[in-house]
């Protein structure tokens, strides 16, 4: 990004929050915050330990399917921790960050880099690897909540949106997976390079071919990796239908599971589809409101939902930044012992290293 973009930027970024929270406003027009408010109050501390423990859980879930993705660290209980720390960082700049959710991604990279002996290249890989598989993951299970809202009271009046948002997402998804499997970067790159400026054009390209190296690996040489990593993924996204289930329980608006998992999918394929808001602010709340008042019947039901998770987020953001500056904080004694070791060879005459 130049100078002159950053204005730019700037302004949609603005843009964006201010739609967001336009869209949020106006649907919360006529809803009982004093409900709300009495309704998450009423969750007493077990309610709020339940949303974060289910949470929590599916976070590692999805941490297993990163780790599943970085070929260089062992499947360990160790290795699958430090997978997880990293990864927590990440996301907490992922979400407060306004760059469509993925100003964390660099971070983890240099985490894995400069404190664990993973190369840039096999960690932008595992990277883009996790988030492949993430949203195949996300496929299938919207593919279910789209099949569960059909037969469900309230499917006549959100199935046609949440049907023409599933065909978008799966047709950009599938793209994206079959530009990674079928090398389309190196491939056309390849028939580019017979030409002067393809030559140039090419050398450019020479990272990326090696990242897209790494992900046809991963694709069609480790099937007993790649198929667990997609089963996982579902599987983080099946035990966020579980929190959203458990919140309206202990609200006092229990649903089905099934129930759950419908609003649960819609609100990711909203997520998904406005990634460009910071943190989906007012874009995931007002798709939490009407989806959870259209199942209940309750409107501040949604509102006490929205809020119970954003409450949630806000803690697992703070807990990410506190990691991150114990690795800050790692570095600065690293980088001091490695000061205080050069002086020392330097006084004895001796050579640095």
Not at 116 to 122: F, G, K, M, Q, T
Not at 170 to 186: C, D, E, M, Y
Request: hydrophobic letters at 55%.
């Amino acid at each position: 990004m130049t100078a002159g973009d950053r204005p730019v930027t700037r302004v949609l970024t603005w843009l964006y929050v201010g739609l967001g929270v336009a869209l949020l406003a106006w649907v919360v027009a006529e809803v009982d915050f004093k409900a709300a408010l009495a309704s998450i109050l009423g969750m007493g501390w077990q309610g709020l330990a339940a949303a974060f423990a289910i949470y929590f859980a599916a976070f590692y879930i999805d941490s297993l399917s990163w780790h599943l993705a970085i070929l260089r660290l062992p499947l360990t209980l160790r290795w699958s921790y430090i997978v997880w720390r990293i990864r927590m960082v990440g996301e907490a700049f992922n979400t407060v960050l306004p760059a469509g959710g993925f100003g964390g991604e660099p971070i983890k990279a240099v985490l894995l880099k400069r404190h664990h002996a993973v190369s840039y290249r096999e960690g932008i890989a595992s990277i883009i690897l996790a988030r492949t598989v993430n949203l195949i993951g996300l496929v299938i299970f919207m593919l279910i909540g789209l099949i569960l809202l059909a037969g469900h009271e309230a499917g006549g009046r959100y199935a046609s949106f949440a049907l023409g948002g599933f065909l978008f997402l799966t047709f950009g998804i599938g793209v994206l997976f079959a530009v990674q499997k079928f090398r389309a970067t190196s491939r056309t790159g390849s028939r580019l390079g017979r030409t002067r400026l393809g030559a140039r054009i090419n050398a450019a390209l020479g990272h990326i071919h090696d990242v897209e190296d790494r992900l046809h690996h991963f694709y069609a040489e480790r099937p007993w990796r790649f198929v667990p990593a997609v089963l996982l993924a579902l599987a983080n996204w099946v035990v966020g239908a579980a929190e959203t289930y458990a919140i309206l329980y202990f609200l006092g608006h229990p649903v089905t599971p099934g129930e759950a998992l419908i609003i649960e999918s819609v609100n990711q394929m909203v997520r998904a589809a406005t990634f460009f808001v910071p943190a989906n602010l007012g874009t995931q709340d007002s798709a939490l409101i009407v989806l959870a008042g259209a199942v209940t019947g309750s409107p501040e039901a949604g509102v006490a939902l929205a809020a119970v998770k954003r409450i949630r987020e806000i803690a697992f953001v703070v807990w990410g930044f506190v990691l991150g500056s114990i690795y800050s904080l790692r570095g600065l004694l690293k980088s001091a012992e490695r000061g205080n070791a050069d002086g020392d060879d330097g006084g004895n005459g001796l050579p640095s290293g």
